[in-house]
């Protein structure tokens, strides 16, 4: 059983940054791949970012050059690091933790990006 408790996240001006954290409770043996995903109102469910457990990455083509997603196995947490914030990033971000066919989410945490 996995949890996974955001942090970070809230109110910028546009040019800002943001850093989201996810801290993960109980085992994270095995767990392949971590993911931020990101939902703006009337709009789908996007991946933003992703890295496996070989440190590999990808992003959105909206997000490359601007994010960073990182992780920190000693502290078991996931970071995305969000520079040159614009108001298109505003949006519900979720983390997410695939194991084979279990998946783990977090609550969501708003990110909105407003003069």
């Known amino acids: 059983q996995v949890q996974l408790v955001e942090s970070g996240g809230g109110l910028v001006q546009p040019g800002g940054s943001l850093r989201l954290s996810c801290a993960a409770s109980?085992?994270?043996?095995?767990?392949?791949?971590w993911d931020w995903y990101r939902q703006a109102p009337g709009k789908q469910c996007e991946l933003v970012a992703q890295?496996?457990?070989?440190?590999?990455?990808k992003y959105a083509d909206s997000v490359k050059g601007r994010f960073t997603i990182s992780r920190d196995n000693a502290n078991k947490t996931v970071y995305l690091q969000m520079n040159s914030l614009k108001p298109e990033d505003t949006a519900v971000y979720y983390c997410h933790a695939a194991r084979y066919a279990r998946h783990y989410w977090g609550q969501g945490t708003q990110v909105t990006v407003s003069s």
């Open positions: 109980g085992s994270i043996f095995s767990i392949n791949a």
């Open positions: 890295i496996t457990s070989s440190r590999s990455t």
